[in-house]
């Protein structure tokens, strides 16, 4: 694949093409987001009885989606439109583990690291577990002292993650930094430009259009067109712009599953 001047030298890199059809891919992707829906609830409940969490316990689900995404990764895109929507917080991570690997297989990641990619997309929230529930349910802005404490999430998953065990330096740049904007706006430590790494210039993009298109309390659901046009505005002052083009070519416009309103009027699915 083409070499673009944002990715390390020292990454190689690797072209990918579809192994299977949709509709081969369609079962093996439904059993990769049955397993990983199980895996999220069971890890939800164990941060709630204060147990830190094991890369080693994700790590054959991050496998599955990894087969999945290299295979055909319209099959797990198609899935995530079709199912009903769930609110609850780990089903995010699932939403932004498949959109971080289709776009890290779009610019010619090596499976090891579409699969870290997989963790950072699966675990990046998991630190709001530890919040009330009251705050990030609240249908209203939030104060500054919510907001202050809302913000408290991320340094929470790492401290998680990191408890009992090395962390991989792209998984914890990854979630540390998927709030994290090029202006410096962004949090917990207000890194900017090139100070914020490759995982986590594409944790920003993928987190937003994720939050962007599900059921939110305190803001509207955009389609799937509104999230990306929403993208475009950020590029080059709060995302990387270079990577919000991939990330759209990877996605696409009108990912598959997507609702659209032909010129004849009837309305169909991508």
């Known amino acids: 694949p083409r070499k673009r001047a ?6 190689h890199l690797v072209v ?3 192994h299977s ?12 987001i049955e397993k990983a829906d199980c895996l999220l609830k069971k890890l939800s409940e164990e941060i709630t009885s204060d147990r830190n969490i094991a890369l080693v316990e994700v790590a054959p689900t991050v496998e599955l989606l990894t087969e999945s995404v ?5 099959a797990l895109m198609w899935l995530l439109r079709m199912r009903s929507e769930n609110s609850e917080t780990y089903a995010h991570g699932l939403k932004v583990a498949i959109y971080m690997m289709t776009l890290g297989r779009q610019l010619g990641f090596s499976r090891q690291q579409l699969t870290e990619l997989g963790f950072v997309g699966l675990l990046l929230d998991i630190g709001k577990l530890e919040l009330p529930d009251s705050l990030w349910s609240k249908p209203d802005k939030l104060s500054a002292d919510e907001h202050s404490m809302m913000q ?3 340094n929470a998953a790492v401290n998680m993650l990191s408890a009992d065990q090395a962390m991989n330096q792209h998984i914890l740049l990854g979630i540390s930094e998927h709030h994290e904007r090029l202006d410096g706006s962004g949090y917990p430590q207000g890194i900017s430009g090139a100070g914020i790494s490759l995982f986590g210039r594409i944790s920003a993009i993928a987190d937003s259009f994720a939050a962007m298109t599900s059921e939110r ?11 990306m046009k929403e993208l475009f505005k950020d590029a080059g002052s709060k995302l990387h712009a270079a990577l919000v083009e991939e990330f759209v070519q990877a996605i696409g416009v009108f990912p598959v599953g997507s609702m659209i309103e032909l010129s004849s009027g009837e309305v169909a699915i991508v």
């Open 6 to 11: 944002y990715i390390p030298k020292t990454m």
């Open 16 to 18: 990918y093409k579809d």
């Open 21 to 32: 059809t949709l509709q081969q891919e369609v079962g093996y992707a439904r059993t990769a």
């Open 70 to 74: 290299i295979s055909n990764p319209s």
């Open 152 to 154: 408290t999430h991320v």
């Open 217 to 227: 309390p305190y803001d509207v659901t955009r389609s799937s067109f509104d999230a």
